[in-house]
C-alpha cells in the first residue's frame, strides 16, 4: 500500500469515528431523558420556592415523558443545593432552581464553593413578583405606620425571620433599615417553612416572605399583610399598599430560574427551556402562582443570564453599603 493510499485510508477512519461520535451524541440528545431528573431547592420544604419547584416540576415532566423528583438541600443561605448541582454532571439530569440568593452570594458570601460565572448554564426565568410584609393575626401592628413608630421607639427591640441569609426576606428588611432609618434584628433560618412557623407562633414579629410563601396564610387569616415590596399595588393582594408609600424609594422584588451544570449540550438545554415554556403557561401552574403574585416571564436562557446580571449589580451596592456579612 503506497503512502498516499494509507494516508487517504487513514483519514477515511478517523472522519468514520467522527462521524459515529457525532451520531451517537445526537441519539443521546434526542432519547432525553431517559431516566428521572432532580430538581434541586437550596431550601427546606414548605416555602414558596419548594412551592413553585414542585408545581413546575409536575408540569414539566408531562411534558418531558419522565418524572422531574424534588430533592432539598437546604443551608449555607442557598450554597449546599447550589453546590451540588455546579458539581453534578452536566448531563441535564441535575437542575437548579434558583431564587434571589443566587444573584446576592457573589458580593455576600467571601468565597463560594463554586465559580459563578463558569458553574451554570441558564436555562430559564420562570417569573418575578412582590414579597409581602406580613405580621401574624395576633400582632399589635396593624398599619405600616404603626410598625414603623414602633420600630422607630424600639431600635433593635422588632424582629424579621427570613428563609436564610442573603434571600429576598433578607435584604427586603435590610433595604427597610436602611430607608427607614431603623433597627430591625434579623433572624435567618434555613427555609421559610420554619421560618413562617415561629412568625406565627409569635417567636419572631414579622417577615417579608415571597408572595408564594405568605399569600396562603394572608388569605387564611393567619397572617395580617401590612405592605408589598413592588412599586405599584399588586392585584393579588387587593387593599395592600405598596411599603414605598411609607418609606419612598423601597422595592424588592423576588424570582424562580432554573440552571444546569456548565458543559449541558445546547440541544438538552433547549429541551429543557421548552418544557418550562410549556409548563409556566399551563392552566395549572399559573392557577397556582399568579393569584401568588408571581408574574410569568418564561423567556430564552438569555433573559435568565440578563435578568440576574442586573440583580447581581443592584444588590451588590447594597451589600456593600450596609456592610452586610454572612454570620
Given at each position: ?12 477512519h478517523v ?22 431528573i ?35 438541600k ?25 431564587s ?45 405606620a ?22 429576598s426576606?433578607?435584604l ?56 408589598v ?30 440552571y ?68
Amino acid at each position: 500500500m503506497s503512502d498516499s493510499t494509507r494516508s487517504m485510508a487513514v483519514r477515511r477512519h478517523v472522519l468514520g469515528v467522527l462521524a459515529g461520535m457525532l451520531l451517537a451524541a445526537n441519539t443521546a440528545w434526542a432519547a432525553y431523558p431517559e431516566r428521572p431528573i432532580r430538581l434541586i431547592v437550596p431550601f427546606s420544604p414548605g416555602g414558596g420556592t419548594d412551592l413553585i419547584a414542585r408545581t413546575l416540576g409536575a408540569e414539566m415532566g408531562k411534558d418531558l415523558g419522565k418524572p422531574i423528583v424534588v430533592e432539598n438541600k437546604p443551608g449555607a443561605g442557598t450554597m449546599i443545593g447550589t453546590d451540588a448541582v455546579a458539581k453534578s454532571p452536566a448531563d441535564g439530569y441535575t437542575i437548579l432552581i434558583a431564587s434571589f440568593a443566587h444573584a446576592v452570594n457573589p458580593s455576600l458570601q467571601p468565597k463560594l464553593p463554586y465559580s459563578h460565572e463558569t458553574a451554570f448554564a441558564p436555562v430559564i426565568l420562570i417569573g418575578a413578583g412582590p414579597n409581602v410584609l406580613v405580621v401574624r393575626a395576633e400582632s399589635p401592628y396593624k398599619t405600616m405606620a404603626e410598625l414603623l413608630a414602633a420600630a422607630k421607639a424600639n431600635p433593635g427591640k422588632l424582629t424579621y425571620a427570613s428563609q436564610g441569609i442573603g434571600t429576598s426576606a433578607h435584604l427586603a428588611g435590610e433595604m427597610f433599615s436602611n430607608l427607614a432609618k431603623v433597627e430591625l434584628t434579623h433572624v435567618p433560618y434555613k427555609g421559610a417553612g420554619p421560618a413562617i412557623t415561629d412568625v406565627l407562633g409569635g417567636q419572631v414579629d414579622m417577615m417579608f416572605g415571597t408572595a408564594a410563601a405568605t399569600s396562603g396564610y394572608v388569605e387564611s387569616g393567619r397572617f395580617r399583610a401590612l405592605g408589598v415590596t413592588s412599586a405599584k399595588p399588586s392585584p393579588s393582594f387587593e387593599g395592600v399598599a405598596p411599603i414605598g408609600d411609607t418609606v419612598p424609594g423601597y422595592v424588592v422584588e423576588s424570582w424562580y430560574g432554573l440552571y444546569v451544570a456548565a458543559g449541558t449540550p445546547p440541544e438538552i438545554v433547549d429541551r429543557l427551556n421548552k418544557a418550562a415554556r410549556i409548563a409556566a403557561r399551563s392552566a395549572e401552574f399559573r392557577d397556582k402562582v399568579e393569584k401568588e403574585g408571581l408574574g410569568i416571564r418564561a423567556g430564552d436562557p438569555a433573559e435568565l443570564e440578563a435578568y440576574v446580571a442586573a440583580e447581581e449589580k443592584r444588590w451588590r451596592k447594597v451589600v456593600r453599603e450596609n456592610h452586610l456579612k454572612p454570620n
